[in-house]
């Protein structure tokens, strides 16, 4: 059964054994499926934030790797943060703004 549950993911995948130090190939690879997917994505400095259903969401997660494993990247550790909420739907510029707000009020 899929879990259609809407989900905001932050995940960062990391290319094992590439022998260098730079993974912006690698970054760029992804963001360009990201960037092609029906799926809210946002790039940031560390990684990716996803926005959809939960399998949707993992789904392209592991497209991110099986597209590395393609060009050549042997090993990939991900880290996933995912969270869920049934009270509402939220974006994550949503969250941004949430925060913005708030500041914005105590200056």
Do not use: Y
Not at 25 to 37: F, L, P, Q
Not at 41 to 68: K, N, Q
Request: some cysteine; overall charge neutral.
């Amino acid at each position: 059964m899929a879990v259609s549950i809407h989900c905001l993911a932050d995940v960062c995948l990391i290319p094992i054994g590439t022998g260098k130090a730079s993974v912006s190939d690698e970054v760029a690879v992804i963001t360009k499926i990201a960037r092609e997917s029906s799926l809210e994505t946002t790039l940031h400095s560390a990684g990716t934030t996803i926005a959809g259903p939960w399998t949707d969401v993992m789904d392209l997660i592991g497209r991110f790797h099986e597209a590395l494993h393609a060009k050549g990247v042997v090993r990939i550790q991900s880290d996933i943060r995912v969270g869920t909420r049934t009270d509402k739907l939220q974006t994550p510029q949503d969250k941004v703004d949430v925060v913005e707000r708030k500041l914005k009020a105590n200056e």
